[in-house]
């Protein structure tokens, strides 16, 4: 398939208020780029129907999907459904076939909570597994929990649809003992002898368990252009030393 | 000073590829919460003029300031000066005052990354502390670096303007052994009785390092407010147990 572009948009005034460190997007990041898919963003906001509106309005057209995470759940700081059947301009719509599924939990859940937990945008999809509570998607919009275990779980169950032929592969290299400011010219040099294809990334002394003076990124979604880069890059800086690991997933995990 | 409203934009492909997680949108949200602003949302965006120019022009006229953080640097990719300047229509300039600066260092610069280093959009103010590089504004946009060290001692050197006499206080209690799903009807009462000067989130087992049924935080500006709404909620739940710290700052970083 295709190369997706992507935006996730993470809910919850838990995070914005610094209380809590995020561990969805970052999870979601990771996945994919195993995947090939392109991210292009990632917001942050609050528990709020006009901004969770706002932000899929902005987002949907301009992406092939929008992950949107949290504020789901049957109280009343649960609002993420309210906003995107507001951004879509749609009413949300209690699912007979959500109601029998919560009822046959056999938990003794009240019946407001069975009435929020099952209403959802009108002409939302169900993605369903198994006796789970389904994904909805709404449009472009797939939803998610915010709980981790949940998300990523669920996650998993349409994780298929990011998964690109033209997977990235990359490089990363480290140059010793040179600083940033020094090199940066031959670096401008090197970025346009690689062209367009490759993305060569400089960053210094932050990345990764060791402490470099410079890590140097290459990315590519071509193979062929990677390893061209890479020889470009060993002509420029004959010292520089390969991450173990070479083309494809690095092994640490970052800062 | 009144509470201002801000946005967070971090900038850089490294984060969205998910080989590295952010430190810095997280220690700057927790800051501003003790400072007593209010942080309205948080970007993440790749290092692109064209990305950082379009948020900029979003961001800036909503919100009192916005932080905008990383790329800045000597080589290819460090594209934020330009990206505000495109934000703003106006060009770079090189300011003659950094070039002195930077040859002051006495570290032997090549020429090409001092150009870079000095150039700023038109316009921008500096912030000066004594013979350190300083820190770039341009209207209200503040320009912070992306290495994590460089960025918490360039904001210490402005956070005063983000203090805010009502810093909110908060309280979190724990509902122990109780679902959300079960008393989400009485925490949407209470929702109402504490009406809209307190904020009262519910967030279920995954705050904190111990892991109650649910958790309750209360927040708002005005500390009698919330006094009223911790007795109506110990009212509504008589068991509730209050987290050591009481008011004010929580004891534990979240998840």
């Not at 999870?27 to 932000?55: C, K, N, P």
């Not at 290459?218 to 890479?230: D, I, S, Y």
Request: hydrophobic letters at 45%.
């Amino acid at each position: 398939m295709a190369v997706k572009s992507i935006a996730i948009v993470i809910v919850g005034d838990e995070l914005l208020s610094g209380r809590i460190r995020d561990v969805n997007a970052s999870y979601l990041a990771q996945r994919l780029r195993e995947l090939g898919s392109d991210l292009q963003r990632i917001e942050f906001i609050g528990d709020q129907v006009s901004m969770i509106a706002e932000t899929v309005r902005r987002l949907s057209p301009c992406h092939d999907s929008v992950l949107l995470c949290g504020g789901i759940g049957p109280t009343h700081d649960d609002v993420t459904m309210e906003g995107v059947a507001e951004a879509f301009g749609v009413g949300l719509v209690q699912r007979p076939e959500l109601v029998a599924l919560l009822h046959a939990w056999g938990k003794k859940l009240p019946e407001g909570a069975i009435e929020r937990l099952a209403s959802i945008p009108d002409g939302a999809e169900l993605i369903t597994v198994e006796d789970h509570f389904p994904a909805v998607m709404k449009e472009n919009v797939f939803i998610l929990p915010g709980v981790p275990k949940l998300l990523r779980a669920k996650f998993e169950w349409f994780a298929h649809l990011f998964r690109s032929d033209e997977r990235s592969v990359e490089t990363i290299l480290f140059v010793l003992e040179r600083s940033e400011l020094v090199v940066a010219e031959a670096i401008a040099r090197l970025a346009e002898t690689v062209g367009p294809e490759v993305s060569l990334g400089s960053y210094p002394q932050r990345l990764g368990p060791i402490s470099p003076e410079l890590q140097l990124v290459l990315t590519a979604r071509n193979p062929a252009a990677l390893e061209r880069a890479k020889t470009a890059l060993l002509n420029a800086f004959p010292d520089a030393r390969e991450l173990s690991g070479g083309q494809g997933e690095t092994e640490w995990d970052g800062v």
